[in-house]
């Protein structure tokens, strides 16, 4: 047994030698998760770069989320561009608890607006997946680079929509600050860049590969929407190039969608769960996408649907019960008075219609409203229930193949989202040349306005004056995530030459000062060169 | 290794004395018979019996039993390490009972990598040995912790059995990262994640294996353990066989009832109908709704659980070998129907020593398995919400009756408030709203949530003496602890949590972590005075762990589309593991017996980090005072002792993230989508590569203590105290903070920012007002007080604004605690709630604190916090003859908890009882007088429902009584053993209105209830 001891001693301390000397080299760990890779994937950063407009994160509805400090699904690229542009305005109100919806309902939004956080982060990390594309992929596709690049400028874009001056970098580092006119001017030229290296502008659907993705007429849409509110971020108005960018896509092989179907009309079919499918997809310049198997998200289309809907609002007359065609019904966003009363300037709509009724009364098939047990007047405001206002039944998970055909599952809708669609070059092109011509529409915006007005089966005018044209954007485009740059546009968001009910979080409404036209950048970014806007230091 | 120690006690000298007087006159010399056990009744195998004043003396043998001569009336005294000396008057048979000696058990202190005599000690270390008697209902051995220690907190999570603990040693070193404390069993560092089915690390282990616990608390001695050594360590030491021991076998086995203690007062039928016409009115909708039933959910879905734990230990020698063999069986029930907890345990210890004990071998294996079966706690909130007219299993009022092909078929023949269904499918023309609340017993019943967990945890411990070189002694542990656990869900399709499709699978979590230490010590006495005790070693750690989880659901077969099919079928897998590499040092030194300096250092490799190293040191002095001569006359000092303690230890523990991979936070890499639905296909097939933020930057937080103690006993140790102040200062906090926009992938991250502070008091108090044959009461008393502040939170804010506590959110984004520069960690942040001239509070109007005219989040305030200022703990036992009894209570001071039950359960708004999915809402039978009728922050999150949660628990009665020799026949020397009865979780006091002011995090919010028990137990030996 000695001897036995006498030999293992050495033999031990040898073997420990050897181990501590290799053991340390354990540390330079390699990772052996399934879930990582070193090596990047192309197509995968490809898709995680436009991903970010519609998932929350790497794993569908209920998996995980890419921003921190918020729900996942309330991070949702789409629901709080929403969020921010529509519970502001004079459309839509919610009285929901949620930390920031109250805020965002009376306009008291800070700097530690938590939903503002979270799309501002939304945005700048979308910008940062594209510049990690750029970093490893530029030199791989000429298209597909140019695709990304039209997708940081989307993000830089929004961003400026919102927050006025941004951080920026073109690559992963700390940033620095580009002022509102700067980074106007970055867009601008970036989008010109890779104009000839995008896609020629072509209508499709779903079944065609480029479906989802950017061409030629994203880009003249986003550089429209740059020109045409050019007065609000620059101080110069830019209205003949956005006409001129209207033009390049109402001449490109988009179409307006004019026929319905199964009973749906023309307008109700751009938001119903086969609007990639059907004949509304000739009408989409740039769809965000949605699926109710493959492709899942909270913060999208299922957003709208369900946060618009409660259980006794139903989509159409033949599915007693089957409210929005999906199961999510969470009774939150609804109209304010005021965006009824374009459709009902005599406050004349009737009291007890289903969503599906209420067009028939306005004359209008935009009129997408839920009247039964609603007060039409925001009585209590945030502290309302869903009943006081309107219902808004406008986006919903049936097909149009039928009268009753629901979406592929029973929760999630196939509604995709239409983040740019032609319409909005019918309007910019018929207020631009009108802004050019004593505010009057010139007989060809006239006819683009009646095109809309005629698609929705509404009477018809001869012309059309600055304020009409603002309430046809309302009513065209209403809870679509825009009203609050066309009221800027026109001089009646911040200031007091309009109110609705609730502004400002007064009743009959309260001006607010035109500080609050861009948001606060949320507080822990400010340092370094970011600085504060007007207003919120 | 024990050894003999002689204990003098000069009280027992005059004893002496007395007994040879008494000798003079009785000289007839008698065969005294001797029995000799310990309170549990276990046989004392090895005892000293000596009859004072002469030579004559024997050990007690195999079975306890001693035969000597003696004069008749003369004292003898029966002694065996671990317990007080008896002495008893010589008689033909006498019967001794040797009582643990708790101060005798600490002479010996377990530390890390050594163990050293209590009275070398230098730093703040708590040794423990479980109370046998009076423990209470014992199923994790946290639970035996409660309330023993100061500076130690144990909160257990809630009543679920075989349920998990949070422990924190003097208030937790972290904001972000984490706060557990490191557990050591047999020399083998645990991780703290689970596995399924496994609550803690502590729970693979039997409690009735457990010898000790050290829990080491200041840096001097938790700095050995470097980068892990901030929040504590606790050190579990398992029991062994007793050399020269005969085989012996015990049984401990117990039977527990356990009953509900209250249900929150929420309306009956009658008083909602009532309601319900008084707010809305007969006309109304919500009226036609009410059904006809009177319905106490709350009754449905508790019951009397009935548990019992069996343990059968061997113990003996052979030859050189000691030995101990343990098997141990829990069935524990829950009081929420469908809970349960099943574990068997094995454990074998072979203690070997070889070569003239040069070599001695400390081999121990471990092994459990567990079935757990959870019920949804969530059923715990739904009976007290759910509409108490409706019938659990039927559809009653006119409404629903009116709902063409509404029956509960759907939901398995329970009521479930209904909305149209979207399954295109014609045989389920209703669903349920989920938005409405589940019906609890369905909750209950329709899902099947069950975990199979295996674990096994061996040590191998290689000590060797030199030969001819005594002094150096090489140490070598191997350890490894392997667990797996799978946990099988299964919701019918009328589960309401997954309705029609239902839901099935598992996950599979594996864990392997590896363990080799090795360590050589060196003991040296230089002169007379002087000692040194060196020790250096080094040390490999691998923690491996993967994840699989397969869950599916099934398309019932009435579906026109796909019948039979799988819905959402996903399966995941996720892999990780890292590395610690450490080398490390202690070096004691002892002058003249009288002046002790520690000093450790340990230099920690961690793969977690790009930059692998950092150095953790120690320094710590003591003083024992009474050893000086100017101390030597005092006689009722019997010890005094200073110790100064300073040192630095790291934190590199951070909340398992999958979605982060904190094991490779420094490694640029991919993350790869997971899920079915998770694509976004305008590329291939739409897998997703996202950039994984990563930061080469990151380190260890730092936490320097600086610690003084001072011990003394007085008259023999009768009475001990042990006072200890610390100062712990945290830097470079791992704070999952933001970032600046652009310059990483995410927008919060782990970060090194931020410092925070502990200070404190420990008061360790024991006391023993009588020790006489018969009679025998020990008194303990423990008291924490700790102050946590942050100190420094710039880089996680920048203008100064409070950084919300994510882990606590009301509804989907609200949060309710927040961290300040100022403020204690996790203080509740609210609105202060404005009152009317009579006191009572205004609806929805706050306090404009910032006075700006109007009412924004900036008008919250910090307003306490979740931790106590103050926690004590206090137990008793009593021994008197053959009875013991005794009792634990256990305090909390200023501890706050917000009232969620009252701030979510009391809105009264008509909208809000009968809401817009149709469905209603009861309420606690109070909420009328709250009168609230938004759910707006400025009426929810107000420091009206912030409340003083102290309280006064008694943990556990017990009483007891100790036999021997029954049945005893022939040559049989019978059974020899206890019978007890204990209550348990007996009474709380406490002006909290909640149901339980004891919560962990501090926000009340409908937790599984802890349940009274009643124990009956009996522990024997054959």
Known sequence: ?537 | MMKQVNIHFPLRMLGLILGLFLSVSAFAQIDVKGHVKDAAGEDIIGATVRVDGTQTATVTDFEGNFVLKANEGANITISYIGYQAVTVKAAPTVEVILQDDQTVLQDVVVIGYGAVKKSDLTGSVTALKPDSKNKGLVVNPQDMLAGKVAGVNITSNDGTPGGGAQIRVRGGSSLNASNDPLIVIDGVAMDNNGVKGLANPLSMINPQDIESFNVLKDASATAIYGSRGSNGVIIITTKKGRKGSAPQVSYAGSLTISQKKKTLDVMDGDQFRNLIKDICGTESEAYSVLGTANTDWQDLIYRTAISHDHNVTLAGAVGNLPYRVSVGYTDQQGILKTSDFKRVTGAINLSPSLLDDHLTLNLNAKGMYSFSQYADAGAVGAATSMDPTQDPYAYTSEYHKAMAGLTTDNFGGYFEWPTGAAFGDPAWPWTYERNATKNPVAMLNEKDDRAHSRAFIGSADIDYKIHGFEDLRLHLTLGADISKGRQFTDHTSASPSNIYYGNHGWEQITKRNLQLSAYAQYYKDFGKIHHFDIMGGYEWQNFWRSKINNYWGAIPNTNPENPGGFYNWNLYKYRTENYLVSFFGRMNYTLMDRYMLTATVRDDGSSRFQDHWALFPSVALAWKINEEAFMKNVSAVSDLKLRLGWGKTGQQELPSDENLSVDYLWIPSYDISTGTNGYYPVTGDGTLYRPKNYSPDLKWETTTTYNIGLDFGLFNQRFTASIDAYLRKTTDLLNYAPIAALSSYRNQFWQNIGDMENKGIEVTLGFKPIQTNDFYWTVDYNFTYNHNEITDLSGVTTDGSPVPNTSVKIGTDKYLQYNQVGYPMNSFYVYQQAYDKNGNAIENAVVDRNGDGQITPDDRYFYKKPAPDVTMGLSSRMEYKNFDFGFSLRASFNNYVFDNISAGMTNMNPNEVYNSFHALNNRPVNAKSEGRYTYAVTAQIVDRYVHNASFLKCDNITLGYSFADLFKCGNWHGLAGRVYGTVSNVFTITNYDGLDPEINNGYDNQMYPRPISFIFGVNFNL
């Open chain 1, 1 to 537: 047994m000695k001897r036995f001891i006498q030999n293992i001693i050495p033999a031990a301390a040898l073997t420990l030698l050897f181990g501590m000397t290799s053991c340390t080299k354990d540390l330079d760990v390699t990772p052996i998760d399934p879930n990582l890779s070193l090596e990047v994937n192309y197509d995968g950063l490809f898709n995680k770069c436009y991903g970010n407009m519609a998932l929350q994160g790497n794993g569908g509805a209920n998996g995980d989320c890419d921003i921190d400090g918020l729900d996942g699904g309330t991070t949702g690229f789409i629901r709080q561009m929403w969020n921010s542009n529509e519970l502001t305005t004079d459309e839509a109100i919610c009285s929901w608890g949620d930390d920031g919806i109250q805020q965002f309902d009376y306009n008291s939004y800070d700097a530690s607006h938590p939903m503002l956080n979270g799309y501002f982060n939304r945005l700048t990390t979308g910008i940062s997946y594209c510049n990690e594309y750029l970093r490893v992929a530029s030199e791989r596709d000429a298209q597909k680079t140019a695709e990304i690049r039209f997708l940081r400028a989307l993000d830089y874009y929004l961003l400026m929509d919102a927050f006025g001056g941004v951080p920026f970098s073109e690559t992963l580092a700390t940033p620095s600050y580009k002022t509102r006119p700067e980074i106007y001017a970055w867009i601008e030229s970036e989008l010109k860049a890779i104009e000839p290296a995008m896609a020629d502008a072509r209508a499709k659907n779903s079944s065609d590969f480029m479906y989802g993705r950017a061409d030629k007429a994203a880009v003249w849409m986003l550089l429209m929407r740059l020109y045409f509110n050019a007065e609000v971020y620059t101080g110069t108005a830019q209205w003949e190039k956005a006409a001129e960018y209207a033009k390049k896509v109402i001449d490109s092989s988009y179409q307006l969608n004019t026929t319905g179907a199964n009973g749906w009309s023309a307008y109700q079919m751009l938001f119903m769960g086969d609007n990639g499918e059907s004949s509304a997809a000739n009408e989409c310049i740039f769809a965000v996408l949605c699926d109710g198997k493959k492709t899942t998200s909270w913060g999208t289309s299922l957003f709208l649907m369900a946060s618009t809907y409660d259980t006794d609002m139903d989509a159409t007359a033949d599915d007693p019960g089957g409210n929005n065609g999906t199961s999510e019904k969470w009774a939150g966003n609804r109209a304010r008075y005021d965006l009824v009363h374009k459709f009902f300037p005599n406050d004349n709509a009737p009291t007890d219609a289903q969503g599906y009724q209420m067009k028939v009364a306005a004359g209008d098939d935009r009129a997408l409203f839920f009247s039964k047990g609603h007060t039409l007047r925001n009585e209590l405001g945030y502290f309302g229930d869903f009943k006081d206002g309107y219902g808004v039944a406008k986006f919903i998970n049936y097909k149009s193949t039928g009268a009753v055909v629901k979406g592929s599952d029973a929760q999630f809708p196939d509604t995709d989202f239409f983040f740019f669609r032609l319409a909005e070059a019918y309007l910019t092109y018929a207020e631009a040349t009108a802004r050019l011509n004593g505010d009057q529409t010139t007989p060809e915006g006239t006819e683009l306005i009646n095109a809309l007005r005629t698609r929705a089966n509404t009477e018809t005018k001869t012309v059309y004056t600055l304020s009409q044209i603002l309430d046809e954007w309302s009513r065209e485009f209403y809870f679509e995530g825009r009203r609050r740059v066309d009221l800027i546009r026109h001089g009646k968001f911040g200031g007091s030459s309009y109110k609705w009910m609730w502004k400002g979080g007064a009743k009959e409404g309260r001006s607010f000062s035109a500080n609050l036209n861009i948001f606060a950048i949320p507080a822990d970014q400010v340092k370094g060169e970011i600085k504060q806007n007007l207003g919120y230091e």
